[in-house]
C-alpha cells in the first residue's frame, strides 16, 4: 500500500507577512525598551555640625575616701560606729585598750623628770668645778699650787660644762619621748577626719591590730560625690577639664543627674589600656550612696563638620566605607561614602558626599550604575 505525500504551497506573498509578524522587533522598539527611566526617591545630602560625645559607665564614690587605723598597735576596746552611719568631723569612731598606751606615757613623763633632776646636778658640779678652777688659778699664781694641779682643776671644769651639756640634751630626748607618748595616747581613738560616712567596717573589737591596720573605710561629703569611667584613646582626645556631663543611675530611672570633668588622666592604665576620667556629680538633693552605677555621657566642646543622610540611602557598607545612589544629568551613579557614626535613623558621613547632592533613598535596591531614573523627591 502505498502512501501519499502531498505538498502545501503557500503563496510568497502571505509568507513574507508571516515571517514578518514573528521575527525580531524593530530596532525603534528595542532602543524604547532599554532607555524606560527607573522612578525613585531622592533626598538631598545635608550639612551638620556634629559635637562629640562620650559614653561611658562607672561606679559611684566619695571624692574623698580614707581607710582609718590606729597609729599603734593594740586591743580594740570599742567601736562607736556601724557601716553606714553618717558621722561628724571629730567624732570618735573606736578606741583601743590604753592600759599599755597610758604606762608608756607615764614611763616618758618620769624619765622627763630624771632628766630634769641630772641637769640640776650638772649644774651643781659645774658651780663646784669653777669654784675649785679659780682656787687653784689663785694659788698658782702665788706659786703654793703646782702647774699640774691647776691643770687638774681645768680638766675636772671641761668635764663639768660637758656633763651639763649632756644632761641638756637628755632632758630634750625625754621631751620628745614624752610628745611621742602623747600622740600615740591621742591617736589610740580614731575620729572621722570630717563629715562623712562609714562605708565599711574591717575589724570587730576584742581584735588584736597593728599599726595601721585599716578598721575603717571612710568617705567624706564635705565634696561632691564622683564617678569614675574608663575610656578609649580614640574618645580622651576629645575630653578637657570642666566638660558638662550627663549621669543616669537605675536608682533613679527619671532622672538625669549633671556633672562636670573634673579629672582628665595623662597617661593609660598599663593594664587595660584605657584612661580614666573622674567626673563631679551633683546629687540634687538626692541620696546618692557609694557603689552606684552610672552611664555617663560627656558633652565635649569638640565638633566636627558632616554630611547627613538618611539610612535608606545606603546599599552596602564594609565597616566605614559604604556605597549609595546619587543623581547626576538624570542617571544613577554608584558612590563610595565615609561613613563616621550612625546615629537614629541618619548617617553621618566624613568624606564621599557634599551638601546639596541629591541622594536615592527609595528605588536604590534594583539601581545599577548609569541607570536612567525619574526622581519623585
Do not use: W
Request: glycine share 6%; net charge negative; hydrophobic share 40%.
Amino acid at each position: 500500500m502505498k502512501r501519499t505525500i502531498r505538498t502545501l504551497l503557500i503563496p510568497s506573498a502571505v509568507l513574507s507577512i508571516l515571517l514578518i509578524a514573528c521575527g525580531e522587533p524593530t530596532a525603534p522598539e528595542a532602543d524604547q525598551t532599554k532607555t524606560i527611566a527607573k522612578p525613585v526617591e531622592t533626598t538631598t545630602a545635608t550639612p551638620i555640625t556634629y559635637q562629640h560625645e562620650v559614653f561611658a559607665s562607672g561606679r559611684l564614690s566619695s571624692s574623698e575616701e580614707a581607710k582609718l587605723s590606729f597609729k599603734t598597735g593594740g586591743i580594740i576596746k570599742k567601736i562607736y560606729v556601724r557601716e553606714g552611719q553618717q558621722v561628724r568631723n571629730g567624732q570618735a569612731l573606736a578606741e583601743l585598750e590604753l592600759d599599755e598606751i597610758r604606762a608608756q606615757s607615764q614611763q616618758a613623763e618620769i624619765g622627763k623628770e630624771q632628766a630634769a633632776i641630772t641637769i640640776e646636778n650638772a649644774k651643781l658640779a659645774l658651780q663646784l668645778a669653777e669654784r675649785d678652777y679659780a682656787n687653784a688659778q689663785g694659788l698658782y699664781k702665788d706659786s703654793v699650787a703646782t702647774l699640774e694641779q691647776l691643770q687638774n682643776a681645768e680638766v675636772q671644769l671641761d668635764n663639768a660644762r660637758n656633763q651639763l651639756a649632756a644632761a641638756e640634751k637628755g632632758l630634750m630626748f625625754s621631751k620628745q619621748n614624752v610628745d611621742i607618748a602623747q600622740f600615740n595616747l591621742r591617736h589610740s581613738t580614731i575620729t572621722a577626719p570630717a563629715n562623712g560616712v562609714i562605708l565599711k567596717k574591717v575589724a570587730e573589737v576584742n581584735e588584736l591590730v597593728g599599726p595601721g591596720t585599716p578598721v575603717f573605710l571612710f568617705g567624706s561629703e564635705d565634696k561632691a560625690p564622683i564617678i569614675r569611667v574608663n575610656v578609649t584613646d580614640k574618645d580622651i582626645i576629645f575630653i578637657q577639664l570642666g566638660d558638662p556631663a550627663s549621669i543616669d543611675f537605675d536608682a533613679y530611672p527619671h532622672h538625669t543627674f549633671k556633672g562636670i570633668v573634673r579629672e582628665v588622666a595623662s597617661m593609660a592604665d598599663p593594664y587595660t589600656g584605657t584612661f580614666e576620667v573622674e567626673i563631679e556629680v551633683q546629687a540634687e538633693g538626692r541620696q546618692l550612696l557609694t557603689g552606684f552605677i552610672g552611664t555617663v555621657n560627656i558633652h565635649t566642646k569638640a565638633s566636627e563638620d558632616l554630611v547627613a543622610i538618611p539610612i535608606d540611602a545606603l546599599v552596602g557598607a564594609d565597616e566605614q566605607t559604604g556605597q549609595v545612589f546619587t543623581i547626576e544629568n538624570g542617571k544613577a551613579v554608584s558612590t563610595n561614602v565615609r561613613i563616621f557614626k550612625i546615629e537614629k535613623d541618619q548617617i553621618l558621613l566624613s568624606a564621599g558626599l557634599t551638601p546639596g547632592t541629591q541622594v536615592v533613598v527609595r528605588g536604590n535596591g534594583y539601581l545599577e550604575e548609569s541607570d536612567l531614573v525619574t526622581s519623585n523627591q
